[in-house]
């Protein structure tokens, strides 16, 4: 006789065998909370390794090209190009 791993219900539809364990035992979830811990640690080294941002936000003060910049020299946006270069594509 084959041993299958579903039973019938009250209702008579077809379920999964309840297993014989429904909860890990003390050493499996301190074997989890390790394997987190490491992959966590992993993920912050590898954070501090990478290289910084360098996007415009990151590299220029807050409100930058508005009244409201710290730095004076940058409340005024900069010239724009001309239409003549956006043609020649420089």
């Known amino acids: 006789m084959q041993k299958t791993n579903y039973q019938y219900s009250v209702v008579g539809f077809l379920l999964p065998k309840r297993r014989d364990r429904l909860r890990k035992s ?10 987190a811990q490491r992959i966590t640690t992993a993920e912050a080294a590898i954070a501090v390794k990478a290289s910084p941002v360098m996007t415009f936000s990151a590299t220029n003060p807050a409100y930058t090209y508005t009244s409201l910049c710290p730095d004076p ?18």
């Open 26 to 35: 003390p050493k499996e979830r301190r074997n989890q909370y390790v394997r």
């Open 73 to 90: 020299a940058l409340r005024e946006p900069p010239e724009h190009r001309k239409e003549a270069d956006y043609e020649n594509g420089s």
